[in-house]
């Protein structure tokens, strides 16, 4: 099955930008998708990346995504405090029946 | 609103006691799932459901069972808990497959001493 791995935190000061990375397995995958989790909620989708492109603006927010290397990350800009939380990656499998998620990146924003 | 519903949002019980976890969508979604976070080991797939009286085994069914028989309800049943069973669980829906955006319940943490 799919395999998704991602490191689990990562520190940044607010104002800097952040890059969080994920790797996945199968490349059979269509679809990619950052989720984010706040303090004592459930998951909420943030963006999510067709195979077929490279990447994806959405204003702070800019998904990469390299199909060779099965590499997807996803960077904040100019990162604020209320963007601390877990941030989870998420591939679909081939039969679009199951998203396997990646173990979650905690991202902590210093003031 | 829309929402996904999970009931109750804590339970500490004993081995061996059968529960019941509740989960509500009131969307009309298709798609319902039940995942369990771990520390670590981010959110793992116990059971989903593509539609009515369609349930399907995720990637940690062992343990759980699950009923879709009205397409708002997907209840988690556990029917001897044990301690490994502790864990946090989110209910989730989607409008026709987990490919679409999947909307989360606020969570039931559950402890089996």
């Known amino acids: 099955g799919e395999d998704v791995e991602q490191s689990l935190f990562l520190s940044v000061r607010e104002g800097d930008s952040s890059v969080i990375n994920c790797t996945y397995t199968?490349?059979?995958?269509?679809?990619l998708y950052w989720y984010k989790q706040e303090p004592g909620a459930g998951l909420q989708l943030l963006t999510y990346i067709f195979s077929n492109m490279d990447m994806k603006q959405d204003q702070r927010l800019t998904v990469l995504l390299n199909k060779k290397d099965k590499h997807l990350s996803l960077r904040i800009a100019d990162t604020q405090t209320g963007d601390s939380a877990i941030y989870f990656c998420a591939a679909i499998n081939n039969a679009g029946n199951m998203l396997t998620f990646g173990g979650g990146t905690r991202l902590m924003v210093k003031p | 609103e829309a929402q996904v519903t999970q009931n109750p949002r804590y339970l500490i019980t004993v081995t061996g006691k059968k529960l019941t976890v509740t989960c509500s969508q009131n969307m009309n979604h298709e798609y319902m799932s039940w995942y369990r976070q771990d520390p670590g080991l981010g959110l793992r797939q116990i059971y989903y459901s593509m539609n009515v009286e369609v349930t399907d085994k995720g990637d940690v069914p062992e343990g759980y069972k699950v009923s879709r028989k009205e397409k708002r309800n997907f209840p988690l049943i556990l029917e001897s808990p044990s301690p490994n069973q502790t864990s946090l669980y989110f209910c989730?829906?989607?409008?026709?497959?987990?490919?679409?955006?999947?909307?989360f319940g606020p969570g039931t943490r559950l402890t089996v001493t």
């Open positions: 199968d490349s059979s995958s269509t679809y």
């Open positions: 989730a829906s989607s409008a026709l497959a987990p490919g679409y955006e999947q909307y």
